[in-house]
């Protein structure tokens, strides 16, 4: 399985940057996957991966509308398989350590068929948008 499409955003999470501990939003975004192996097994992958809003407050990113629109910009995106060096991983529940030499990324569709599409969700969201009276940006709600 190289990739799974049918993506939906599952929640916003607001987070700290270990640098200079403010908050900020993510959408953690999962697809699940439907599989057959060749010995006639199949089964369903989910695949979760996450999502800076650094442009959006986390109160403001938690809405029904910034949902929406994030839901409407990953229809036309995927999550793949990406190579990074080996790192440690800890399975959950049973505490077994491993080694994995991948992670999973977000990408646009379009990207994979050879087309440069360098849009994020980000402008999607801000598309049309105004600043505030504090001079940032307000989502185009």
Known sequence: MSSITNLTIERIESRTNSVDGSEFAVAIVTGIAYAVSESGNSRFDKREVSIPLSNIK???ANTPKVKTILNEMVADMEIYRKEVDPYEYEVP????????SHSWDIRSRDKVKGKENKSSIEDHVF????????NELEPAL
């Open 58 to 60: 986390p109160e403001e």
């Open 127 to 134: 598309a049309g948008s105004s600043k505030s009276t504090n």
């Open 93 to 100: 529940g049973t505490g077994e350590v491993v080694m994995l």
